[in-house]
């Protein structure tokens, strides 16, 4: 219990996923998407420390710990399905050296990739995680641009109402702009090319209507390059825009870049950052929201749990509740 605020230890303090037998309750986390009070934690692909990442699993542990938003990347498979994937290939993540542009959605899934205590993890497509986290903040990273999967990747959005609730980021102008341009009404990230143009180029405050805006999300230091002072912050907050700052995993950072004005971090480390949230001064929101989920919950679920063949079988009959 830290300031009134009580952050689990670990994954398997509260994760469903992993701990069987020590589950009395479990929490939907429940977020104001983008216009929440005060630093929101930012997930990195869920929890990777615990969990293979951009998988349900990982998510689930992640707005466990106390996360406000979950950071993933998407690619489309070749039959059209948004699936959350970083890299280009299955190589890395799950063993299969195909790209995920070329290989159909149900083969996609069927991949598998195994977790450090022997779990089986498979990868999750877009619709899942916004049915399975409906009250969630989403940040997508749109991975890629040919084939073109933006009609697909916002009509997905918009057909589950998640505009509000979903920042779309990429580090290609181009892909920015064409969101924009089709349309899309939700909160929008900037490219790398803008972000650097904006903090180390000339004042250019035309550029922000035209690039639509919303949020700067800048490494702490590019380079030799600190681009976590409290200037940046400040010349970012003069403009109307937040800051969130990534990969911030060290504790002594969190809170050194809370006290600059930060209004994000980005961590893969959502358990231990979120230790620095629930007593830094700026994060009463934070606190609030977590004290909300604990007096509120969305879901109930009691002990025991069926046999699973995959860590995705037992997310999604933990979330169902079902006794079969």
Not at 35 to 42: I, N, R, S, W
Not at 86 to 108: C, L, Q
Not at 117 to 124: D, F, H, K, R, V
Not at 264 to 278: E, N, P, Q
Request: proline share 6%; net charge neutral; with cysteine.
């Amino acid at each position: 219990m830290t300031g009134g605020v009580t952050v689990p230890e670990r994954a398997s303090d509260r994760c469903p996923c992993c701990c069987l037998d020590g589950i009395d309750r479990v929490y939907t986390a429940r977020v104001e998407g983008f216009a929440a009070q005060g630093p929101l934690l930012f997930a990195h692909r869920g929890a990777p420390g615990d969990h293979v990442e951009n998988t349900l699993p990982s998510f689930w542990a992640a707005l466990a710990f106390g996360a406000d938003v979950l950071e993933l990347d998407v690619r489309m498979s070749a039959d059209g399905h948004v699936v959350v994937m970083h890299d280009a290939t299955g190589a890395r993540v799950f063993g299969d050296p195909r790209a995920i542009s070329a290989t159909r959605y149900a083969e996609i899934k069927a991949w598998r990739a195994r977790g450090s205590s022997g779990q089986l993890y498979e990868p999750a497509g877009l619709a899942e995680v916004l049915e399975a986290f409906p009250h969630a903040a989403l940040n997508v990273d749109v991975k890629q641009g040919r084939p073109d999967m933006l009609p697909n990747l916002l009509d997905l959005i918009m057909g589950h109402a998640a505009e509000e609730r979903v920042l779309l980021t990429s580090f290609s102008a181009n892909i920015l702009g064409r969101i924009r341009a089709l349309g899309y009404l939700g909160p929008l990230g900037m490219s790398r090319r803008d972000a650097a143009l904006f903090l180390l180029g000339p004042r250019l405050p035309q550029l922000l209507p035209r690039f639509g805006a919303h949020r700067l999300q800048v490494p702490v230091r590019y380079g030799r390059l600190n681009l976590a002072t409290r200037a940046n912050i400040e010349r970012v907050h003069a403009a109307g825009l937040r800051i969130d700052f990534w990969v911030v995993n060290n504790p002594i950072e969190a809170e050194h870049l809370l006290d600059l004005g930060a209004d994000g971090l980005v961590t893969d480390d959502s358990a231990s950052i979120a230790r620095i949230y629930a007593r830094h001064i700026r994060t009463r929101g934070f606190r609030a929201r977590r004290a909300a989920e604990a007096s509120d919950p969305v879901a109930v679920l009691e002990r025991g749990l069926p046999s699973a063949h995959t860590m995705n079988d037992v997310f999604e009959t933990r979330l169902r509740g079902s006794p079969d």
